[in-house]
């Protein structure tokens, strides 16, 4: 019963999804307005039913029940709890209906929360977030559904694959989903502005802390990605360039890039056209990267399923969707007027090149990544664009927007001059430069792109500073503290990268036991190697004993798991955490001879890495924090005058 | 600055980031692209020494040898017609074995051998890479 009442909330969902869009049409029509109130209830509702389906589904997986065929496929009945929670999404359908929740949950929640948008560019907006569910309920339906009953239910499920069982999944998946479709609510708002003709300084203000919201959990979960690759693939990387990972990359520039023009349109009310255009992008990079895990082209652990029939409709969904928003501008940008003039040398002007910086980016990392689609689609050749590509020519870019980051807070909006800012940013400019100093003292030899993003972390760092500086730190606003600490978090990452990759050390050895081998500053003894028994698997487990120097013996466990259903061996690493980095090792296969083999690393200042990250994903949340507010302050001192003027 | 020029600077400002992006994709696009190949693509080509690509095929039978250092390996890589021998130092995937799919990241050295960095096999037993299915395919059906 379950899988039918799960079925009939989605289907139930999808009609209101389609009242919602022919309420909220007839509603804009001249004498519609008795319409006008309706819209918003739907949108609500809508969000409650679709959230009720998910809710299902996440039942029938905690129950296993092995009459629907998803959980069949992708759960088993041994499985801990948690990976059969979570399991609901590790799988093609019930990600895409995590993806369609939310993106009902979204236009919900404007349809609640959002009071500040004027009432016909709103319907407008719920009109269209109601389309965009619309496509995708379709898809859910015909081509994905994930309530399939079996006809006969089988003894036992087959299990979710091994490297996914990990508690990652509970916390990547979701967070970077909230982000990705988050920016659904970014493009129905310029869709809807550009349909009511109202572009301006309160439609940025009001479109703010949606982006905001969905671009923090981005980061996070993007952020979480990085680190669960890093820890679970026992590959020693952070990032791979990987499709998948450029198709959660790509959102994330642009959303930072909207991020940033949204704020010189609220401000200053510049940039109107180009703010409306990257709001239609970063949701597009969305579906994009929607499109590019879930069709089946790419084979990753992302990839659930192979079905070509999946990768059409989404293409499909993709060409309308992205086509028709762009037709839509094209046709109402003129109508767009021009906004506020500023100088090149101003707060608006380092703006500018942030976005054409990012933009650019954006662009080499979609062009590295669709190529090879492209090349095979025409020519039949089968090609990869790997890291070396993505390094070479988004990494220079990539440093020139940190360094503009370091200088743009502390420029004047509207017009300033070069000299007064080059007095402000003299400290870390200074403090850039001994960092080149003393990185070439001590490390002789360092390759040029650590060495610049080593001093461009140690300036920017300064800089990020800069804007606190001879402020009362009491009374500067939260959404100023939220700009400070998230480039604060950019020069963060950018050191751990760096050093990272900079100062490394790796041992791969073929250990007997009781040998002690060196690392960095550890010695790393092999003590033994016992086997171990877990719920769904079994593994073999080396105890290592680690000491630092003449320092405190500490023992490590890393393991090599075999699962049973199915067949697979992932390797657990275990890592240690220091304030100065991190002890990496992995346990691999004996060779036959009583020896053992152990890969070990010392990472220096790794964490970094997820650190800044973390501090990026705060500082957007003390913006949002702070923005809320002072948007509720500002409402009530208005009701107030109000009401002393009635 | 008038509205008019301070539209046309952005304009340009755009202009020319765009055309430097692309231009900085495209030099680095034709150095790093055709950066798959099978070892037939490798004997028709020929590979400079040197130049990081990725090799895909299939682990030839009765091709591996370990090392007395128990951290390497060395093995053959064939798409069925040719092969290449590949040398590997560290912990091979779990699924890597003779008869089965693998890509490997590397280069070659002067004398011819492949020199992987990393190894990836995918874990899923039916895996074969998706850039090898379709050669694997076109020799199997040129034997029969």
Same mark, same amino acid.
């Given at each position: 019963?379950?899988?039918?009442? %799960? ?68 759960? !088993? ?51 269209? =977030? ?41 916390? !990547? ?26 572009? &301006? ?243 002789? %030899? ?14 920017? %760092? ?94 490590? !466990?890393? =393991? ?36 053992? =083999? ?21 500082? &957007? ?26 | 600055?008038?509205?008019? !020029? ?127 299915? &379709? ?10």
């Amino acid at each position: 019963m379950i899988a039918e009442a %799960g079925l009939a909330a989605l289907w139930l969902a999808a009609a209101l999804a389609l009242l919602q869009f022919v309420f909220g049409a007839m509603a804009l029509r001249p004498g519609g307005g008795a319409l006008l109130g309706a819209v918003r209830p739907v949108a609500v509702v809508q969000g409650v039913l679709v959230a009720l389906a998910f809710g299902l589904l996440v039942l029938c997986f905690l129950r296993t029940d092995l009459s629907v065929e998803l959980v069949a496929r992708n759960s !088993h009945s041994a499985t801990p709890w948690l990976y059969k929670f979570a399991g609901t999404w590790g799988n093609h359908e019930g990600s895409m209906l995590l993806w369609v929740m939310i993106l009902g949950v979204a236009g919900g929640a404007v349809a609640l929360l959002e009071r500040r948008l004027p009432e016909p560019t709103l319907i407008a907006t719920l009109a269209a =977030q109601a389309v965009i569910g619309l496509g995708f309920y379709a898809f859910l339906l015909f081509a994905s559904n994930p309530f399939a009953r079996l006809a006969a239910p089988p003894a036992e499920g087959l299990s979710l694959n091994p490297l996914l069982q990990d508690p990652g999944l509970a916390f !990547h998946p979701p967070t970077l989903y909230i982000g990705y479709v988050g920016l659904s609510v970014a493009f129905s708002f310029a869709v809807g502005a550009l349909v009511t003709r109202d572009v &301006g300084a309160d439609f940025a203000r009001a479109m703010r802390p949606w982006v905001l919201g969905a671009w923090i959990l981005l980061t996070l979960g993007i952020t979480a990605g990085s680190y669960w690759a890093y820890y679970e693939l026992g590959w020693g990387g952070w990032w791979f360039w990987d499709p998948v990972e450029n198709a959660s990359l790509m959102p994330w520039l642009a959303a930072t890039a909207l991020l940033h023009s949204v704020t010189v349109l609220a401000t200053r009310d510049g940039l109107r056209a180009w703010t409306v255009m990257l709001a239609v992008v970063a949701f597009s990079m969305s579906m994009v990267g929607t499109f590019l895990v879930r069709s089946g082209i790419l084979t990753s652990v992302h990839a659930f399923a192979v079905d070509p029939r999946r990768g059409s409709f989404i293409l499909a969904l993709l060409l309308i969707y992205i086509g028709g928003a762009l037709a839509l501008f094209a046709l109402r940008v003129g109508t767009v007027r021009e906004g506020s003039r500023f100088d090149m040398v101003s707060r608006e002007g380092a703006l500018v090149v942030n976005n054409l910086l990012l933009s650019a980016i954006l662009g080499i990392v979609l062009v590295g990544t669709l190529y090879p689609l492209a090349v095979e689609a025409v020519s039949g050749e089968k090609l990869s664009v790997g890291p070396p590509y993505f390094n070479a020519a988004a990494g220079p870019l990539a440093l020139i927007l940190v360094a503009v980051m370091g200088a743009g807070p502390v420029m004047r909006w509207r017009r300033d001059d070069l000299l007064p800012v080059a007095r402000r940013v003299a400290m870390p400019l200074l403090l850039a430069a001994a960092a080149l100093l003393a990185v070439a003292l001590l490390a002789p %030899g360092i390759h040029v792109l650590p060495l610049l993003g080593l001093v461009a972390a140690a300036g920017v %760092g300064a800089a990020s500073l800069a804007p606190l500086w001879k402020r009362n730190l009491r009374r500067t606003p939260l959404f100023t503290w939220g700009m400070v600490i998230s480039h604060l978090g950019v020069a963060v990452s950018l050191a751990g990268m760096a050093s990272e990759s900079a100062f490394t050390q790796e041992t791969l050895v073929a250990s007997r036991i009781g040998e002690t081998h060196r690392v960095g500053p550890y010695s790393v003894r092999l003590d033994g190697v016992e086997p171990v028994v877990g719920p769904n698997w079994t593994a073999v487990e080396a105890s290592l004993t680690v000491r630092r120097g003449d320092g405190p013996p500490t023992v490590m !466990h890393p =393991q090599a798991r075999m699962f049973s259903t199915p067949p697979t061996e992932t390797n657990e690493s275990a890592i240690a955490t220091h304030v100065d980095g991190q002890l990496y090792t992995v346990l691999g296969k004996d060779d036959g001879q009583g020896r053992w =083999q152990l890969r070990l690393w010392w990472k220096p200042f790794v964490t970094l890495i997820w650190a800044g990250g973390a501090l990026i994903a705060i500082g &957007g949340a003390l913006a949002l924090f702070g923005r809320i507010r002072r948007a509720g302050r500002a409402q009530r001192a208005e009701r107030a005058t109000q009401g002393y003027l009635a | 600055m008038k509205a008019k !020029h301070q539209r046309l600077t952005l304009a340009i400002l755009a202009v020319a980031a765009i055309i430097g992006a692309a231009l900085l994709a495209m030099s680095a696009l034709r150095d790093q692209a055709a950066y798959f190949y099978t070892p037939g693509d490798v004997k028709k080509d020929g590979i400079p020494a040197g130049r990081a690509i990725r090799l895909g095929g299939m682990v030839e039978q009765g091709s591996i040898a370990r090392a007395a250092d128990g951290v390497t390996v060395t093995f053959r890589a064939t798409d069925g017609a040719t092969a290449v021998p590949v040398r590997f130092k560290g912990i091979l995937p779990d699924l890597f074995k003779e008869g089965s799919g693998m890509v490997a990241e590397g280069r070659f050295e002067p004398g011819g051998t492949f020199i992987a960095d990393n190894i990836l096999a995918k874990h899923d037993e039916r895996y074969m890479p998706p850039q090898m299915a &379709g050669e694997m395919h076109k020799t199997e059906s040129l034997k029969k």
